[in-house]
């Protein structure tokens, strides 16, 4: 359509962005954290990484520069195990928002990789909630998938004593909607109202204040 009608534009930066430029934001983001972390000489002791593909950017631009530095690293992109068309296979509907786009985007450099690894949107989304609970760590379901498929390569027999990372970069706030949240909601609407006076009191008495 883009093509017959004049002056119209498609604004999906996953199709029509460079691959150049789409990874270059990446790629600076992580030089920046081999320059401030300290003790970042650990990036070289890396031995996999794993991250959602949504764009690619992420995948292809840490991927590329982590492989500068050791490259034997092994990338392993991340996709829903209901659409896993980086697999060669169909596209479904899925509940991880952010991943999953229902193609292979140009950004993706495939050269990287030789697995992409499928994660369950539930076991996503249970993931999440264990980060919330086990380990105050709020993300969204995205994060949960990338934790279950770095816990999937690190189950592996030959991953044994490996470093695996994978990034946390969805925040669970904006989740209050989903089915990350669906029980939450429930309980909370069950609730009996209360007063801003009640609220602030009840909060003090489970804080002990």
């Known amino acids: 359509m883009a093509a017959v009608i004049p002056n119209s ?3 999906n930066q996953v ?3 460079d691959p150049a430029i789409a990874v270059r934001g990446a790629i600076e983001r992580a030089q920046e954290l081999a320059v401030v ?3 970042s000489h650990i990036l070289n002791q890396v031995d996999i990484v794993c991250f959602g593909v949504g764009s690619g950017g ?3 631009g840490v991927g590329r520069f982590l492989k ?3 490259p034997n690293i092994k990338v392993y992109p991340v996709e829903p195990f209901e659409s896993s068309v980086i697999n060669g296979l169909s596209h479904s509907p899925h509940k991880i928002q952010g991943m999953g786009i229902g193609m292979i985007p140009e950004v993706l450099d495939q050269s990287l990789y030789t697995e992409a690894l499928r994660v369950h949107s539930d076991d996503a989304i249970a993931m999440a909630k264990r980060l919330a609970i086990e380990e105050a760590i709020l993300g969204g379901i ?3 998938a990338n934790v279950c498929a770095a816990i999937q390569l690190a189950k592996r027999p030959e991953n044994r004593g490996k470093l695996i990372v994978t990034t946390v970069n969805s925040f669970g706030e904006r989740y209050l909607s989903t089915a990350l949240y669906s029980e939450i909601r429930e309980k909370v609407a069950a609730m009996d109202q209360m007063t801003l006076e009640e609220s602030i009191a009840s909060a003090k008495a489970y804080l002990g204040i």
């Open 9 to 11: 534009h498609i604004l």
């Open 15 to 17: 199709v029509l962005t």
């Open 37 to 39: 972390i300290p003790n």
């Open 58 to 60: 992420t995948c292809t």
């Open 68 to 70: 500068e530095k050791n």
């Open 142 to 144: 995205s994060s949960g």
